[in-house]
């Protein structure tokens, strides 16, 4: 669930309509905002993380660590049925919906009838096993931000526990406002669980609470998307005795314990009534 080189789009199993791309702004590597772009709806106003807030302690490229499908559940059924609740919530049949970051598992409701939906990740393998991707296509988002997708054309664009490996997420969230159409959602969610050494040291050095200011920030900084929503369910205090430092240490790595719910939702322009 990290974000491999641009690769050609492909369909799932279940469509074989073409997915129409358009030239979408160019983005460099060297995380400046551009200065054609910066004043304008869609442009990045100012970096969020410094250089040292992008580094990872594997320097490695993204599709080296996930060269072979990682076929596993990343959080608990309680985060995962929360988050499906929200999309049951938030998301409207008929949609069009661009699933950043997806793997093999979807949490979309199983009811609810999506016009299309298209998934990005880094492993094809995961991707191809996603029962709700109409398409999905591979790219690595550590190396080139620009999405090769028509602006203007999802009513909702997901991120799912993904979000703390982005080392440019400034201009990845440009390009989630990019491809919204006016009034469409972002809905960015995460829990304490993260591969360690592929994290940026921003989001791996930080708490619950910095993390969700640094999400709430990476809204923030386009010009565009409206006042960000924060939306929290912390696991139960009670219990038969007090955890221990050894418990926060396995939850860390998504070994024991309940993961708690963080989601951040924004609208590109304004929230529909």
Partial sequence: MLC???QPLQHSSRSRRPLRAAPAPRCSNDAQPSPSTASGAGGVRRLVLSPEGRAKLDPRPDRDFYAFPRLVTHVDDGFIATLTDLYRDRLRA???VLDLMSSWVSHLPPEVQFRRVVGHGLNAQELARNPRLD??????LNKEQQLELQSGTFDAVLCTVSVQYLQSPEKVFAEMFRVLK????CIVSFSNRMFYEKAVSAWRDGTAYSRVQLV???FQCVEGFTQPEVIRKLPSAGGSSPSSPLDAVMRLFGVAGSDPFYAV???RNFKPM
């Fill in 265 to 267: 939702i924004s609208y």
């Fill in 182 to 185: 006016p009034g469409g959602v």
């Fill in 135 to 140: 398409y999905f296509f591979v790219k690595d």
């Fill in 4 to 6: 491999t080189p641009p």
């Fill in 216 to 218: 709430t920030q990476y």
């Fill in 94 to 96: 008929g949609w069009d």
